[in-house]
């Protein structure tokens, strides 16, 4: 499996021959349009900068309600978050994503505000990677996604929306979020190829990626 970032909260997961756009955003964020279609879009909020559905690809499939989902031998839950984000509606809350692919329980957190319902972490079950929003704005601080990481406990983390050039959400920056939770990480690459039996046992590894 590859992970790519694309921005904010945006990324690629590529897995064979699928192919999964997570939380598209629009030109409002201020970051340059997405150009990568995929197979599936997820989007985890009715909000601008999660929801652009149409970035994928006029034949992809479109996963945005609570709910469980089956497609290409991928496993997608999307667990609803009822009050505790503030990017969540009435009718269509924001919600976190859990994914089972090639083997690996892989989590976005998305709109998650703290604390996190016990009945949602149960449901998460092990996390091996968990893709995490850590610069605050709308979504977790640094010292929030911290904590999460902290009773969590994956093995690896691929943080996300932390300060980027030309981005119009006030952010803090992943070193802020590295400090927090106590961790370190290597110099950032442009994408995480990653196989369950490479993945720590007992420690949880951060992977800073960079915008491609």
Request: aromatic share 6%; hydrophobic share 45%.
């Amino acid at each position: 499996m590859k992970i790519e970032w694309l921005g904010y909260c945006c990324t690629f997961i590529t897995s064979g021959e699928n192919t999964v756009l997570l939380d598209p955003y629009d030109n409002s964020l201020g970051l340059d349009s997405l150009r990568k279609k995929a197979r599936v879009v997820v989007a985890t909020a009715p909000h601008a900068w999660h929801n652009n559905i149409g970035a994928a690809g006029s034949e992809a499939i479109i996963i945005n309600q609570p709910g469980e989902y089956e497609t290409g031998g991928i496993f997608f839950t999307l667990i609803p978050l009822l009050s505790n984000s503030s990017l969540g509606q009435k009718n269509m809350p924001a919600s976190i994503l859990k994914m089972q692919i090639e083997g690996l329980n892989v989590v976005y957190t998305g709109g998650l505000k703290f604390p996190i319902p016990t009945e949602i972490e149960d449901e998460l079950g092990q996390v091996d990677i968990l893709i995490l929003p850590v610069g605050g704005g709308d979504l977790a601080k640094a010292e929030e996604a911290a904590k999460l990481v902290r009773e969590i406990e994956p093995r690896a983390v691929v943080p996300v929306a932390f300060a980027q050039d030309k981005i119009k959400a006030k952010l803090s920056t992943v070193a802020a979020f590295l400090s927090e939770a106590g961790l370190k990480a290597g110099p950032a690459e442009d994408n995480f190829r990653v196989l369950k039996k490479d993945l720590p046992v007992e420690a949880t590894v951060v992977k800073i990626l960079n915008i491609v």
